[in-house]
């Protein structure tokens, strides 16, 4: 479970890790997880696919024929909209049809995993947003991958998320983190990040200086989501090779312009006015992780009152909570982007 910021390269991860599955010869799904909807829905289009894949193996055929009986109680316990991906088998009364997600994503699971391993393939289940599942999915899916995982059946899971979802997972089932690992992505390293600029330049046959390099650099500190927007900033406002120091200072304007209109505006309008004022707050007592307690002092008000408040901002992947009573904000660089268009004092 890959576990970052936002813009550090887990979902452009998470797809290579689908392209390295399929030259395995998996089967993948990839779903990005719902910020208010159930799992299920999601699941449910791709788990008629990968059986009805399974299905033309011949050993496979009665197994996956079994799991799309199975999917077709899920569906109508889970009350799934079908809309027009039904399956004309017939429901297969006592599987998957407790309305229990635990039990029934774990009969799904195990028939796939069981479809997959007559056929000799392999399915591989990638969830991005992890954080956005609700906690009684989020059991679920471990509970599933954990008895295919007993089974020994050929299922893989790869989830990527916010920091917080190492910390979701744990309060799901505490086993998760036995049956997870959860690498942290994070900023490039300056030589990567120098690399990440120099190479599509001279890939084009051009050039760029040190000088250029080392500033985009500063300015990005690293994250790849806005090494992408200096690059293309800079490569626009250059008009010949090399391109200078000069001319990443001249694209600073646009690519800053551009950040906040867009990355940062949007997670900042998805806020209440009093979330709004939470996180200004933060952004006031400087550089992160900040104290709970200090931003309630500085709103003037207990920790406790704020609590609703605090957790409301997490849940909606703006802030999450690094090491107890602390907090810090989900995108690089956001502190700086509430000083530049807020027009706050920075430091208190
Ligand atoms: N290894 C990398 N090197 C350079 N740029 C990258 C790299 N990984 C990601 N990016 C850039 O960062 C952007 C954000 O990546 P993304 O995977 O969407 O981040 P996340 O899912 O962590 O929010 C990508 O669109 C791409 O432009
Ligand atoms: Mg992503």
Not at 218 to 242: H, I, M, R
Request: aromatic fraction near 8%.
């Amino acid at each position: 479970m890959l576990l970052g910021l936002r813009g550090v390269g887990k979902t452009v991860l998470l797809n290579r890790i689908q392209e390295m599955a399929e030259d395995e010869d998996h089967l993948t799904s990839f779903i990005e997880a719902p910020e208010s909807n159930r799992i299920v829905d999601l699941l449910y289009p791709r788990l008629v696919q990968v059986l009805r894949k399974l299905s033309t193996t011949e050993r496979a055929r009665a197994s996956a024929h079994s799991g799309m009986r199975a999917l077709r109680s899920f569906a109508s316990a889970f009350k799934i909209e079908i809309g027009d991906i039904s399956l004309s088998v017939d429901p297969e009364s006592g599987t998957a049809d407790s309305g229990n997600l635990e039990f029934d994503l774990s009969d799904l699971f195990l028939k796939i995993g069981e479809a997959a391993k007559s056929a000799g393939r392999a399915w591989t289940l990638l969830i991005d947003e992890v954080q956005y599942l609700s906690s009684d999915d989020l059991s679920a899916l471990i509970v599933a991958l954990h008895r295919a995982n007993q089974k020994a059946l050929p299922i893989l899971f790869f989830g990527a998320g916010l920091p917080q979802a190492a910390a979701l997972s744990g309060e799901a089932k505490s086993y998760a983190e036995r049956l997870f690992t959860y690498p942290t992505v994070g900023a490039l390293n300056a030589a990567d990040a120098q690399a990440a600029i120099r190479g599509p330049v001279e890939e084009e046959g051009e050039t760029i200086t040190d000088d250029a390099i080392r500033n985009i650099v500063v300015k990005t500190q690293g994250y790849p989501y806005f090494l992408q927007e200096w690059g293309y900033q800079v490569w626009n406002t250059a008009d010949a090779s090399p391109i200078s120091g000069d001319d990443v200072d001249a694209a600073s304007v646009g690519a800053i312009r551009r950040l906040d209109e867009g990355f940062f505006r949007v997670r900042f309008d998805r806020l209440t006015p009093k979330e709004r004022d939470y996180v200004i707050c933060m952004a006031e007592l400087g550089s992160g992780p900040y104290r709970s307690g200090d931003v309630a002092e500085r709103m003037g008000e207990k920790v406790t009152s704020l609590g609703p408040t605090r957790s409301s901002i997490i849940r909606k992947g703006m802030i999450y909570s690094p090491s107890h009573g602390d907090i810090d904000f989900t995108v690089p660089l956001f502190a700086d982007y509430l000083h530049r268009t807020r027009e706050i004092d920075r430091g208190a």
